[in-house]
C-alpha cells in the first residue's frame, strides 16, 4: 500500500476530504519522528506496535566484489515490534 492509496482509505474510512486525511497522516509521521529524534525515542501505539530508536555498533563487514575487508560505522536505525492486536490479526 502506497501513502497515496492510504490517504485515500483513511479519508473514506474517517468520511473526511483526502486533504485533511492527508494532513493527519503527515502529523502522525512528523510526530513519530520527532520522537525517535530523542535521546531514547520510543513511540508505542498499545495493541498495533513499537518504534524505537537502537544504535548499531562500529562492525567489520566485507565488499562482495573484491572481499576486501571493511569498517562499517555505526548509526542510528529504528525497529519497529509488532502488538498483540496486530499479530494475531495477522
Same mark, same amino acid.
Not at 35 to 43: E, P, Q, R, S, Y
Not at 78 to 81: A, I, L, M, N, P
Given at each position: 500500500m502506497t501513502k497515496a492509496e492510504l490517504i485515500e482509505k483513511m479519508a473514506k474510512d474517517a468520511?473526511?476530504? +483526502?486533504?485533511?486525511?492527508g494532513a493527519a497522516l503527515n502529523s502522525f509521521m512528523g510526530n513519530v519522528t520527532q520522537?525517535?529524534?530523542? $535521546?531514547?525515542?520510543?513511540?508505542t501505539l498499545v495493541g498495533f506496535g513499537t518504534f524505537k530508536k537502537v544504535y548499531r555498533k562500529?562492525? +567489520?563487514?566485507?565488499?562482495?566484489?573484491?572481499?576486501?575487508?571493511i569498517k562499517i560505522k555505526g548509526r542510528n536505525a529504528?525497529?519497529? $515490534?509488532a502488538g498483540k492486536t496486530l499479530k494475531d490479526a495477522i
Open positions: 468520511k473526511i476530504s +483526502k486533504a485533511a486525511a520522537a525517535l529524534k530523542k $535521546k531514547n525515542g520510543k513511540v562500529t562492525r +567489520k563487514g566485507r565488499n562482495p566484489q573484491t572481499g576486501q575487508q529504528v525497529t519497529f $515490534k
